[in-house]
């Protein structure tokens, strides 16, 4: 069964230092991985993806991302935080030959100034 | 604004009572999805379509909900009897044919049911 990780409900940085933000999966099979972002009363926005390729996935607002085969990881980072950057962050998997996307939990960011 | 869109945002329901929610894709996207959010979990898939076809439905999609996507453009979810575990986010999400492209997402409809 596929299932997403994201072992740390919280995460709390101080603006200006680097952000990670932990994921782990598990499917059958090479993944797609992705990564959103949920505001208050708002969306899920798309962030970034990894398909193929290059292991190191740059997106949206500096964001990037980590795809380790061998730890079934994808972390999510970005160098220097904002305090805009506190929101709530998925971790998602979808299989290659699959429709549908398994979220993780979630982790909310907290960047304080 | 391009995106997603679905109504109502909020609905306030009493047990038992029949719910409906719509949701409008992005206009050149084939695919649509239905997913369910209850606080402090992510979203659960419920079920897709293909154009106007339903290809995949979850066993989270009890009898009691029906999705339709006539003409393959809008979508409709259907809740019938609702109970209390029913309330939650329900979101909507498009994407292309492409197995690898990303799902774009609507606000979501926020069911409470009393």
């Known amino acids: 069964a596929q299932s997403v990780a994201q072992p740390e409900d919280q995460v709390n940085v101080a603006e200006g230092n680097p952000l990670t933000v932990k994921c782990t999966y598990s499917?059958?099979?090479?993944?797609?991985l992705f990564w959103y972002v949920q505001y208050p009363n708002r969306g899920l926005q798309f962030l970034l993806k990894y398909i193929t390729g290059d292991n190191l996935v740059k997106g949206s607002y500096g964001f990037e991302a980590e795809f380790n085969k061998s730890q079934t990881s994808f972390h999510l980072k970005k160098p220097s935080a904002l305090v805009s950057d506190s929101a709530l962050y998925f971790c998602?998997?979808?299989?290659?030959?699959?429709?549908?996307?398994?979220f993780g939990k979630g982790t909310t960011l907290s960047v304080s100034s | 604004d391009t995106g997603v869109s679905q109504n109502p945002r909020h609905k306030i329901t009493k047990r038992g009572q029949n719910v409906t929610f719509r949701c409008d894709p992005i206009s050149e996207h084939n695919r649509l999805y239905w997913y369910r959010q209850t606080l402090g979990q992510g979203p659960e898939f419920l079920t897709y379509f293909q154009n106007e076809a339903q290809l995949e439905k979850s066993r989270l999609l009890s009898d009691r909900f029906s999705a339709e996507r006539p003409k393959g453009s809008f979508s409709t979810l259907e809740i019938q009897r609702t109970e209390q575990g029913d309330s939650a986010m329900y979101l909507c999400?498009?994407?292309?044919?492409?197995?690898?492209?990303?799902?774009?997402f609507g606000p979501g409809t926020r069911l409470t049911v009393t």
């Open positions: 999400a498009s994407s292309p044919t492409s197995v690898r492209a990303e799902q774009y």
């Open positions: 998602a998997v979808r299989r290659q030959a699959g429709t549908a996307l398994i």
């Open positions: 499917v059958s099979g090479n993944p797609y």
